[in-house]
């Protein structure tokens, strides 16, 4: 029952003709809390829808040494920026994580493997070697390290291009023939897509290698995108 004693009243009682109400009506209570939801559910779907949609985008890891890395290139001048650049004007929804690391071996390519499966890529470039060669790193070690690399990813259900590299002719003719030789016995023994050499269609190309006469300018690296994307195009698929 109502009295109608002057009292302080609650902030949610209110008095309306001689009726008591436990809730008054709040339009500007109700506009707050429809402005709240609708923030709540954007953010929902920004921290948490975001990840389902980029789950749709397959990966396509390139995982090398320097010549991934763009040792000595500007930002977005590697050969994976190029790629990306590349399948992005061909219709290919693919997002390229370049995990080059300047310096790396194929050893360092064993240790690190595990943490380019973790993230389910659909495709990795690989593409190691160059420094075991120039160090002069046994040969046979390389090759293993290699064939590692490669029955890992195949286990895990990934497709695989095998980029190889050859070295300077001055480590004499025998050795650099041995070294080619590794990546034409793993393309023999796993069947991935292949690029024998990755400098294979810049090497009659001036200003395509730096002053180190190692690595690949910018204009190089564009080069080097379109020789792997040839290889690359039967693993590709695009999206509906």
């Known amino acids: 029952m ?8 609650s902030p949610l009682i209110s008095s309306t003709h001689g009726r008591c109400r436990l809730f008054p009506t709040l339009p500007s209570y109700t506009i707050v809390v429809d ?4 923030l709540i559910v954007s953010l929902w779907i920004l921290f948490f829808g975001a990840p389902l949609f980029a789950a749709d985008r397959p990966l396509l890891v390139c995982f090398g040494d320097s010549i991934t890395a763009g040792y000595g290139l500007g930002r977005g001048e590697s050969y994976p920026d190029a790629l990306q650049r590349d399948l992005d004007k061909l219709g290919y929804n693919y997002k390229i994580e370049n995990m080059g690391t ?3 071996t194929t050893k360092d390519a064993v ?3 595990n943490s380019v499966i973790s993230l389910r890529p ?12 120039l160090r002069g790193l046994p040969l046979g070690q390389t090759q293993q390290n290699l064939d ?6 195949e286990g895990a259900h990934i497709q695989v291009l095998l980029a190889g590299i050859t070295l300077p002719p001055n480590y004499g003719p025998d050795y650099v023939r041995q070294f080619d030789e590794i990546f034409v016995d793993l393309a023999a023994k796993h069947h991935p897509a292949t690029v024998p050499m990755i400098y294979m269609d810049l090497v009659k190309v001036p200003g395509t290698i730096q ?8 204009k190089g690296s564009e080069i080097i995108a379109r020789t792997l994307l040839v290889a690359l195009k039967p693993l590709l698929r695009k999206s509906r």
Do not use: M, Y
């Open 2 to 9: 109502c009295h109608h004693t002057e009292r302080r009243t």
């Open 35 to 38: 402005v709240r939801r609708t």
């Open 102 to 104: 300047s310096g790396a």
């Open 111 to 113: 240790v690190r493997l």
């Open 122 to 133: 659909s495709i990795v470039v690989v593409e190691f070697g160059g420094n075991d060669g």
């Open 148 to 153: 590692t690399v490669l029955t890992k990813l």
């Open 211 to 218: 002053p180190d006469g190692i690595h690949p300018t910018a």
